[in-house]
């Protein structure tokens, strides 16, 4: 059972926040990225069990990253978190390989659902 994850976000206070509720959980943290292009760097060095992805970022958008992870491992577990719940947006987010979408501001227990359903 998997429990290593890339934590991708352009605000530290949301990495940090996520950082905590994982550890806390027993979820091993094995990276963090500031924005799209930096999770797809660190996705393809660190293999990461699952990625949470935010949307809204600089240099490379989360849909984008999603696309050129999930071309690099068809397999990737990826759960978008992001303040951005527009319908469209979230149908983007699936579409392009997301398992699941969770919306700023978060609670700990739903961000605990969504990874156990997507990796245990």
Known sequence: MGRQVLITDDT?????????????NGYEVVGEAEDGQV????????R???????????NMDGITAIKKIMETDPGAK???CSAMGQKALV?????A?????IVKP??????INAVQKVIG
């Open 12 to 24: 530290a206070f949301m990495r940090m926040t996520l950082r905590n509720i994982l550890e806390k």
């Open 106 to 111: 978060f609670q700990a227990d739903r961000i």
């Open 97 to 101: 390989g997301a398992r699941d979408f």
């Open 78 to 80: 990826i759960v978008v």
């Open 48 to 58: 990461p069990d699952l990625v949470t992805m935010d949307i809204t970022m600089p």
């Open 39 to 46: 999770s797809v760097d660190k996705y393809k060095e660190l």
């Open 91 to 95: 149908i983007e987010a699936l579409n």
